[in-house]
Nanobody, 122 residues
Framework: QVQLVESGGGLVQAGDSLRLSCAAS????????MAWFRQAPGKEREFAAA????????SYATSVKGRFTMSRDNTKNTVYLQMNSLKPEDTAVYFC???????????????WGQGTQVTVSS
């Protein structure tokens, strides 16, 4: 049914930028709140960013606020995460998530992608 496929991860140096993409299928995309989560080695998954269904309003974790920008293109069924000023602490597997309706303040998501690895060297 719902399928989310992340891409764009890779190895970069501290201070560099990277843009992740998440292509969604099997859903009425505009009816879903979308989010990015990340899981660093040895740590639990944590919320990073979310974007609303219609007007593109966003919410960010304090750890990424001011450096990351999330957006969505409802004509392409795709969400993005523009990551600037990357730090080694940003190293993690980044997961795309979707929730039917909902708001950007909800942290429980039902559908998940497989993740894409982001590694930031010092």
């Amino acid at each position: 049914q719902v399928q989310l496929v992340e891409s764009g991860g890779g190895l970069v140096q501290a201070g560099d930028s990277l843009r992740l993409s998440c292509a969604a299928s099997g859903l009425t995309f505009s009816a879903y709140t979308m989010a990015w989560f990340r899981q660093a080695p040895g740590k639990e998954r944590e919320f990073a960013a979310a974007v609303s269904r219609f007007d593109g309003t966003t919410s960010y974790a304090t750890s990424v606020k001011g450096r990351f920008t999330m957006s969505r293109d409802n004509t392409k069924n795709t969400v993005y995460l523009q990551m600037n000023s990357l730090k080694p602490e940003d190293t993690a597997v980044y997961f795309c998530a979707a929730k039917f309706l909902g708001t950007i303040y909800d942290k429980q998501y039902n559908d998940w992608g497989q993740g894409t690895q982001v590694t930031v060297s010092s």
